[in-house]
């Protein structure tokens, strides 16, 4: 399941300048209806992220197109906060339950973080069409390997 909303992803993430009207026209005549969908869309991509965390910074790239969008760089700053609410609301309520390896755990949260800091401050350096490709190329990347783990 996972290499498949992987890629559904990535597929949306390609599909961005098309979508990027598209969505704009629509939120101005949805109305409330429309803020309505698109939390409840964000709230299963939130709850898929607490429970997978795999590709969940393609998906929510291709969530925020979808939302209307365009700044890659500011979309990367909602995409990682969103990303470390979804993992500390997790890691938060996997401490309770006695799940969390605490040595193994930490090590993976000073590099998530580090790795999430630095990639944003060097997203600003480099130009948005090769932020955009390079997200594209990672993304089918997690998917082949994703798809190569549970059917290869």
């Known amino acids: 399941m996972v290499d498949a909303v992987c890629g559904a992803g990535v597929q949306l993430w390609r599909a961005t300048q098309r979508l990027s009207g598209v969505a704009q026209q629509r939120q101005q005549t949805c109305g409330p209806r429309g ?18 965390n795999a590709g969940l910074g393609i998906i929510l790239l291709a969530f925020l197109v979808l939302a209307g969008y365009k700044d890659i760089n500011g979309m990367n700053g909602i995409k990682l906060w969103l990303s470390t609410l979804v993992s500390l609301t997790a ?15 930490s090590v993976a949260l000073v590099g998530a973080t580090l790795g999430g800091y630095l990639a944003a401050r060097l997203s600003y350096l480099i130009p948005s069409i090769y932020v955009r490709r390079f997200v594209i190329v990672y993304g089918l990347g997690l998917t082949v390997y ?3 783990q549970v059917y290869g």
Do not use: D, K, N
């Open 146 to 148: 994703f798809f190569w």
């Open 91 to 105: 890691v938060i309520r996997l401490a309770i339950g006695g799940s969390i390896f605490w040595q193994e755990g």
């Open 35 to 52: 803020a309505i969908g698109t939390t409840l869309l964000l709230a299963a991509i939130c709850f898929y992220g607490g429970f997978f």
